[in-house]
Every structure is written in C-alpha cells, then in structure tokens.
C-alpha cells in the first residue's frame, strides 16, 4: 500500500526527511496550495508568489526525478481549502492511510496535523543544525538563554571556522569591527535578480487576480525560485557583498535598499539552501583570502547562531510564545505600518521599500520599524502580525521570536537583556535618512523635535519599575534624572501630545 508524503511550502528540498524516508516506486508525494495557508494572514503578494511559483518548479523537478506528485493549485475546482483536508482528500484517491510528514515550523498547522484522521508520522524536520533534543539539553539548568553561548556551541557542532577547538582568529565574535557608521559610497549592485519564467508569470496572474487588497507590490518580481537561481543568487552576494558584509551591516541608506545584505533567507527558508552550504561557501570564501574574518564570522553568527537560536526558543517556549505581552502595551498599529503617510523619513523608507520588495534588513526591522513600535506603545501582537504578513522570509518560527522577543521585548527578556530602544541619535548615526527628514533629529522638544527623542524616554519612564535596577539601562535612568525637571515634564507632555495624534490617525 502506498503511503502519502507531504511536501509542505517551506520544504522544498530534495533532502526533506519525509523524501529521505519515502519509496519513490511505490509512495505519492501530495503537494497543496491552500487558502488555508494564503489566507492566516495577509501575506504580501510577493511572499505568495515566490512559495507557489518554487513549490510548482520543485513538484516539476521531483517528478522528473521519478516521483509520482499530487499538485494542488489554488484555483483547482477540488481543492479541499487546507492542508488536512487536502491530504484526506488524496488519502480517499489513492487508498493510502499513511503520511510521512516533516514537522511544520509552526504550532497551528503541527496542531492541525494531530487532529487529521489518518496515520501521520511527523518526523523532526532535520534540515536545522539543532534538533530540539539538543537545544533543551543546550537550555537546561541556564537562567538566561543567550545566543553567543549557544552559538560557540554551533560553531563546535560544525567545525565552522574553527582551528582545532579554538574559534578562528582566536576571537569568537568580531562585532567591535562591524556596524560601522556608512561612509559614501558603499554597497554594491544588490543581490541578483531573476527574470519571471512561464511559470513564474502564470503564479503572478494568479496571485494579482487573487490577492489584490494585500498590502505590497507584487511586480516587478525578481526573486530566485528554484535551487539553481537561488545558488547563483548565493555565489553572487559571497563575491561581491560579503567582503564588506561585517562592517557596514548595520548602515542603512536612503537609496540602497540592500547594502551588502544577502538576500538569502527566503531561500532558506523555504528549503532552496541549506543553512549549512550558505554557511560553508562563506567560510570557503574566508579560506580562499576573498573576504575578512569579521565579515565571514559576523554573517555565519547570524545562520548557526541567530537563526537556529530563535528556532530553538520558539519551539522551547510553546504555541502561546507569539501572544505574549509581558510591558502591557496596547495601543492599535498605526495605519502608516500599512503605508499611510507619515513625515518621519525613517519609517516611511522602511515601509515603502517593505511594500515595493517584501524585504527591510536586519537594523531597519529592529531599529526603525521595531523601535518605534516599542517606544509608541503598540500591542506586540498587532506588530507580530505585521511583520508576519509583509515579509518574504516570515514564518512564524522565525518571525515570532525576532518580533515578540528580540524586538518588542514582549516575552519579559527570554530573548534580549535589554529592549531594543533608541532616540534618533542611533538612526541618524547609521544612516542618511535623517538629513532628508522633515523632523530635526537633534531637537529633542519643541516644533520639530524628532519623535524618537520624545518617545524614548515617554517609554522609559512608561516602564521605569521593570528596566531600572537592569544593569544594561542604568546609565539611562541616570541620564534622564539628570535632566532638568522643566525639561523632563516638556518631553513627556510632548510625547503623549504626539501619541495622541498617533492614535487619531493624524499624519504625523
Ligand atoms: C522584528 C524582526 C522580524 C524578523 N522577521 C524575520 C522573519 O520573518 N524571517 C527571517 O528569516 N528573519 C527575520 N528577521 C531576521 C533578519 O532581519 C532577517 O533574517 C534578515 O534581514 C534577512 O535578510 P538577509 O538574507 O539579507 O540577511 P543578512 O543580513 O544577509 O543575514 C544572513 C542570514 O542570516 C540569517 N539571520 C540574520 N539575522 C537573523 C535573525 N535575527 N533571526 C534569524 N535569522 C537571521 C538569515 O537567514 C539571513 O538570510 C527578523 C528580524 C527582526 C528584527
Ligand atoms: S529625524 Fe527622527 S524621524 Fe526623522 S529620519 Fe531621523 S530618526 Fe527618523
């Protein structure tokens, strides 16, 4: 008897566990576009296409590899509507009462495969580095559960720029050299881009004529969708971006919307790359003497550290882990998230370049579009929501605990010691988009004033009782008793003037 095999969106690789562990003479592989998946939330257009169009050209390249594959398009008259019922659906068809699964990166579809009728085995998804044996082993007994350990624990596992056991360089983190301020002229030609195919354009036709209130730009599209284009993509950035990857990975440009960033994680994401060989042609490139150790270690940390790390966590803390709302913050998501106008030219830039590419890097989504959340106040589950939907690389494994915890500080600091807040003085620093703005960033009140000075320190004094005996914020505490009374009282009337106006729906 044949058995059922699901291939899921964000599973297309040859190396899936469920492939690994199927007959292709006798098993059928079931691969579904859902409006269950499409419609949880408000996914960008882009996102949509990219995951329809890769999974179409991965169904296509399985079965020329002999696999027997059971594609479900969107439009198809059957269609169940949801990933259970497709696979009851096909289990009816074939006679099949058996599914090999590798598990969702997600609660609500793993909870939705437990509650389907039919013999489903779901097998550990070990496209990770960390199986989650390992990452509670990791966590046991620790009282904070911070990256740079488990991190030098992933470096070890690998062998990734390691001599012998001592890190390479003999440093494991090379940080003080990174996150320079940008100097003119930085970046480079942005990652490759790849020109809609057949099947690419017959995804887009669909997702325009389905989709078209979602929020985002879907063409021009230009993403790689198939593990060839997404391996050219990776040769790319390794030759032209990594070298000064390190050291400016924190700038951000008005007209450079992708510095020296990769590009790479909705690739990996959905199964395009691995982890591993992303890593390993970084490496290789630092062996070769193409590009520094600071840029080659900086971008790894992010892979086997980052990125494991919060996979880890998501599935460490359990399925409530994305409601969590530890500051008590409760005030709706501006409408200028959704792109209404808004003077602030950092948030605008973040915004309009989400919309038009379903991409912001690492700092504009912590440190402009994060930041401003968390001193205004916003629900972090409206933020989670957010960032869920407008993004390219978002699966909830990775965007929950980057927004919930990393960002909005909402998980009461399992992720970050301290919350991500700063005034304008940071954003001004790391980019040039404050010298466009028609707010001063170097006013701190009056008409004018840059609403990131007012707002964090309305935030700090907001949530004085939680953050002043930490001893990562103490000098802030201390910088703002500093500060004459008269002034202190101004800065706080003036923020909730502004949050008022916020929540008014005022252009602000
Ligand atoms: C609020 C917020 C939400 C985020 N949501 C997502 C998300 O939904 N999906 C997602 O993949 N990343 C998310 N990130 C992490 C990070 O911003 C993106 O991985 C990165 O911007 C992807 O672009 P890139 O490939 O050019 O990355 P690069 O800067 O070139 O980094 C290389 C790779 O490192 C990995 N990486 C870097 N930082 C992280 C991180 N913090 N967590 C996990 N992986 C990381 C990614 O795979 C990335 O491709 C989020 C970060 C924040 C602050
Ligand atoms: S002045 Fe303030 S609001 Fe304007 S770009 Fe700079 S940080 Fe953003």
Redesign the pocket.
Known sequence: MSRLVLVLGDQLSEELIALRRADKATDVVVMAEVAAETDYTAHHPKKIALIFAAMRKFAAHLRKEGWEVRYTQLDDTENAGSIPGELLRRAEETGATEVLATEPGEWRLIEALRDTPLDITLLEDDRFLASHAEFEDWAKGRKALRMEYFYREMRRKTGLLMDGDKPEGSDWNYDSENRKPPPDGIGHGGPMSFTPDETVEEVLDLVEARFPKNFGTLRPFHFATDRGQAKRALAHFIRHALPEFGAYQDAMLDEHKYLNHALVSPYINIGLLSALEVCEAAAEAYRAGDAPLNSVEGFIRQIIGWREYVRGIYFHEGPEYPRRNRLNQQRALPSLYWGAETK????SKAVEQTRDEAYAHHIQRLMVTGNFALIAGIDPAEVHEWYLSVYADAFEWVEAPNTVGMSQFADGGVIASKPYVSS?AY??RMSD??GH?????KQKTGEGA???NLLYWHFLTRHRERFENNPRMGNMYRTWDRMDEEKRETVLAEAEAFLKRLSAGETV
């Open positions: 602030m030219r950092c948030l304008g954003i001004d988009y404050c703005c028609a707010y001063k960033v840059c609403p990131f």
